[in-house]
């Protein structure tokens, strides 16, 4: 727990750049040594246009898993934010298809939606004392229902043009509107995590929740609110994969929440709550990302690509145990 | 059977391979890139092998993925196709969605797409290559009509909703079943092309309805687990089940008996066909827009010959 204990102190910026280096180094040289074997083996690896590639097909992962980083960091687990995103595409869907809502309400609606998801799995955790587990279980089968139910189980396609545009154009041939939410987004929950007393609070009451209570943390309120930012993020996940697929599907983003707790425990955070940081998690994000991506431009026959994945989330993990038992 | 369809598809397919050759003679190295959806979906896994087995006798690079029924990571691999520097994809659409990103992403790259089983309404592909799957499955029902007089408690195992399966599937089963009255469907629920499913579906389904006389599968594998359903809930009277696909196990199974028909698909004519295609739009030759495959009504009496040698 000494990585918390040097939180609480104040100390220079240089000290601090360090200290978060040297917090995801394992995640981080795992991703350049990923990066340096694929562009040995393929030339369309390190390309412009393949990186971008890979930042927009990590985008809507890449919003969820910081959401679960959150959660995680407090102990829990949110096995719902796959099927949330389906209520948030669905609900946004529905609304502009059926409705006639124009789009920028019907997003926000759709967000909301799954906000809602993320509340209940608040309440049943915090009030009702459900294991974070089982609580998220049942929501996962209950928002996949609803999602099924916005539309009778049928897809929409085509949305406006600008919509699908978001993630299409990219800006100064770099970033599209998608992906530049996605880093923004990592950026803020990132300083906040890392440089506000709210993120000390929370790697406090992941730390032990009955200890960071004592030392006057509303653990029980910030428990609340993580569940539902975790909702809101599966929420925007909902809106940025529609706007990639120019549709909504209900069945989408289904076994996404295996996906997403994989980034982040590849970016180094720990089950068991208290460890873990937004760097780690868009490290872990990125290797998911580029590992599919890699693949993929080899060529590699779907069934190996399969065993390559597992293989390297266990690698990832011991190299993990293995730093911090030396460490 | 034997259809003017058929003949151009025959004739298509012929002319395709003369131009495949002679691509090849000009000792080029092609790659073509097959976006599948599902390879737990035995259907697709017979094209994936009908096509490599093809593209290797044609000296053709494929690349294979699969999305594992995610409409998202399809996405994501054929764009990975594309910066990999495919020539030509062929793309099975994986969900219900049937993503026109792929489609547009292609033609963005200039690379032409061949379409198969499932076609995106707003992008459709040069070529869409399927099975006439409205006139197999008006086969099955004229079938059914037939062997039950006309008076049947129908039980359907839907496939996922929306598809283009789905839909043609369920139009051609109706069009046989108009005008008979008798042929009462009692019960529909999607069991999404499994055969879990299809079981557990099937068994709930003669537990509140023990009086069906019909099972249909929208696929052979959701109507092999309503035939594993019967067989456990010993049932005193006859219960037709039939399929769609032709799958190899299912051809197995209407031989033995636990099938009483399927609608065998040309499941290695398309794989191949896809792969020609692709080489034909290569060249830059016009295919027509649609090229559907007949489907043949399977029973007992011809299902050694599509055992002995699967089209």
Not at chain 1, 183 to 205: D, E, N, P, Q
Not at chain 2, 65 to 87: E, F, P, W, Y
Not at chain 2, 202 to 208: E, F, I
Request: proline share 4%; glycine share 12%; aromatic share 6%.
């Amino acid at each position: 727990m000494e990585p918390i204990a040097k939180r609480m102190q104040k100390r220079p910026l240089l000290s601090a750049v360090v200290g978060w280096l040297k917090q995801i180094t394992g995640p981080l040289i795992g991703l350049l040594l990923l990066c340096l074997v694929l562009s040995l083996m393929t030339d369309s690896f390190l390309t412009k246009n393949n990186l971008l590639n890979v930042m927009d097909q990590v985008t809507v992962l890449g919003v969820m898993a910081i959401g679960m980083t959150f959660v995680i960091l407090i102990g829990g687990i949110d096995l719902s934010v796959g099927a949330l995103l389906a209520v948030s595409t669905m609900v946004m869907g529905a609304l502009n298809a059926y409705a006639g809502v124009p789009l920028p309400i019907a997003m926000l609606a759709g967000v909301m939606a799954a906000a809602i998801g993320g509340f209940a799995n608040g309440v049943l955790v915090v009030q009702l004392g459900v294991p974070s587990f089982v609580a998220t279980l049942a929501m996962m089968s209950i928002a996949r229902g609803v999602a099924n139910i916005t539309t009778d189980g049928t897809q929409i396609t085509g949305y406006s043009a600008w919509f699908s545009e978001l993630s299409i154009i990219r800006y100064g041939g770099l970033l599209s509107a998608t992906v530049a939410f996605f880093i923004f987004l990592a950026l803020v929950c990132g300083v906040l995590l890392s440089y506000h007393t709210m993120g000390r609070k929370i790697y406090a009451i992941g730390g032990g929740s009955e200890v960071a209570r004592l030392a006057g943390i509303r653990a029980r309120a910030y428990t609340m609110w993580i569940y539902v930012f975790c909702g809101v993020t599966a929420g925007f996940g909902g809106v940025l994969l529609a706007t990639r697929l120019d549709s909504s599907d209900p069945s989408a983003g289904l076994g996404w929440e295996l996906d997403t707790i994989a980034a982040v425990v590849i970016g180094g955070a720990s089950l068991s709550g208290g460890v873990g940081s937004i760097g780690g998690t868009v490290i872990g994000v990125l290797i998911i990302g580029v590992l599919r991506n890699g693949l993929n431009l080899i060529g590699i026959s779907p069934f190996i690509q399969q065993i390559v994945i597992g293989l390297v989330i266990a690698f990832a993990v011991i190299l993990d145990q293995l730093r911090l038992r030396r460490g | 059977m034997f259809n003017r369809r058929t003949l151009i598809a025959a004739t298509a397919a012929f002319g395709l391979s003369v131009s495949a050759t002679a691509l090849m003679a000009q000792n080029e190295q092609v790659t073509i890139g097959l976006a599948l959806p599902s390879l737990t979906l035995d259907f697709f896994d017979q094209i994936r092998g009908a096509a490599s087995a093809h593209a290797e006798d044609l000296g053709i690079e494929l690349i294979i993925v699969d999305a594992n029924g995610d409409s998202a990571r399809q996405v994501d691999q054929v764009q990975d196709m594309i910066s990999r520097g495919i020539d030509a994809l062929v793309y099975v659409p994986a969900g219900a969605t049937a993503a026109a990103v792929p489609v547009r992403a292609a033609q963005r790259a200039g690379i032409p797409v061949v379409t198969l089983d499932r076609n995106p309404p707003n992008a459709p592909g040069d070529t869409f290559i399927a099975s006439d799957s409205v006139a197999g499955a008006r086969n099955i029902g004229e079938y059914l009509v037939e062997m039950t007089g006309g008076t049947a408690k129908v039980a359907i195992l839907q496939g996922q909703i929306g598809t283009t399966p789905e839909i043609a599937r369920d139009q051609g089963l109706m069009e046989a079943f108009e005008g008979h009255p008798g042929m009462e469907i009692v019960a529909a629920q999607p069991a999404n092309w499994l055969q879990d499913q299809g079981f557990n579906i099937a068994q709930d389904m003669l537990q509140a309805n023990p009086d069906i006389t019909v099972f249909v599968g929208r696929s052979d594998a959701p109507a092999m687990g309503a035939a594993q359903a019967i067989k456990v809930a010993n049932i005193d009277h006859k219960i037709w089940v039939v399929g769609f696909d032709g799958l190899p196990v299912a051809l197995e199974a209407v031989r033995d008996g636990s099938l009483d028909a399927t609608a065998t698909q040309q499941t290695n004519l398309m794989g191949r066909l896809s792969i020609d295609s692709a080489l034909a739009l290569l060249q830059g030759e016009e295919l027509p827009a649609e090229q559907l495959l007949d489907v043949t009504l399977t029973t007992s009496e011809n299902v050694q010959g599509f055992i002995e040698n699967h089209p």
